[in-house]
């Protein structure tokens, strides 16, 4: 009886004692982290509060290329350099964020990409050159990334060959970039990257750009007995022809494709959009170049 007393009296007790030690414990532990215990008058309002001084404050990039200045001017230099060792061959640079692109004749574009793959000395007049040259340090674009091409009807030469060239030491890409028409060949870039069989294959195959000296020239991507070239812009979006499986023949057959409307052949480069109008071009003056002027075609004498 005396024991279960004891034991009320001790849980009484601490039923009354433990509030005012956890409000002691918590205000102590207030005071000694420096909160503040109550709020001043001069602070009740939340917009006279103290701050933290305001930083500075950057502007905004008005032209987004403008980050890449120190490396745009790095370009130029590197593309003046080429310039001036192949003036025979390359036309003219241009250099738009990080990305220098050079145009090039057909007719260079073997003297072209040996330069950038493996040339040692730079050929200016004067220099002697090495038959068997070692890989250049400076360049050593080793590594042919893809070949594709722009159809610009109203031009004289109305296909743009587009190479992108990949320095894997350097960790660099160059862009270059060449024209043909119809019946104009390309130098082709295989003997010198094996990588570009397939490209080359892909580029005749959707636009009819032909390649001199390629070893295996035919279609890689459209079907046999296919009839002209689907990435050309006077190449309707449906075709000529569809294939379909005939059930009662047991083979797949090839059809012309009937439409209600005819075919619109757009001359002259004119389509459907030219009502909304060319749009704006945000590229710096600087940047934009003129189209370089097709090679003069000398005739040969007899």
């Excluded at 000296?213 to 190449?235: A, C, Q, S, V, W």
């Excluded at 309707?236 to 059809?255: A, N, Q, S």
């Amino acid at each position: 009886m005396a024991t279960r007393l004891y034991r009320s009296r001790a849980l009484a007790s601490l039923r009354t004692s433990r509030p005012s030690e956890i409000r002691c414990f918590s205000t102590s532990i207030a005071q000694l982290a420096g909160f503040p215990t109550g709020q001043p008058k001069d602070t009740e309002n939340m917009r006279k509060a103290p701050r933290p001084p305001v930083g500075t404050l950057h502007s905004p990039l008005v032209n987004p290329a403008d980050k890449y200045g120190s490396k745009a001017e790095n370009m130029h230099k590197y593309g003046s350099w080429i310039m001036g060792c192949l003036p025979k061959y390359v036309q003219q640079i241009s250099v738009w964020k990080d990305e220098l692109t050079i145009y090039v004749s057909p007719s260079g574009i073997i003297p072209v990409f040996s330069f950038l793959k493996r040339k040692s000395q730079c050929p200016v007049i004067g220099l002697p050159t090495d038959p068997n040259p070692p890989d250049n340090t400076s360049a050593e674009f080793t590594q042919i990334s893809d070949i594709t091409a722009v159809d610009y009807p109203t031009r004289d030469q109305r296909f743009e060959v587009v190479y992108n060239l990949l320095s894997v030491r350097h960790n660099a890409r160059i862009r270059v970039k060449t024209y043909a028409d119809e019946a104009t060949p390309v130098p082709s870039v295989t003997p010198l990257f094996d990588g570009a069989n397939w490209y080359e294959r892909e580029v005749y195959d959707l636009f009819g750009v032909f390649f001199t000296d390629h070893p295996d020239l035919r279609r890689i991507m459209t079907d046999y007995g296919f009839e002209g070239h689907p990435l050309r812009k006077d190449f309707p979006l449906t075709g000529y022809t569809e294939v379909r499986y005939d059930e009662e023949k047991k083979r797949i057959v090839t059809e012309p494709l009937e439409l209600t409307q005819a075919f619109r052949n757009f001359e002259g480069g004119t389509s459907a959009w030219e009502q909304v109008g060319p749009g704006t071009d945000r590229r710096p003056d600087s940047f934009k170049l003129p189209t370089p002027k097709p090679e003069e075609k000398t005739e040969e004498k007899k």
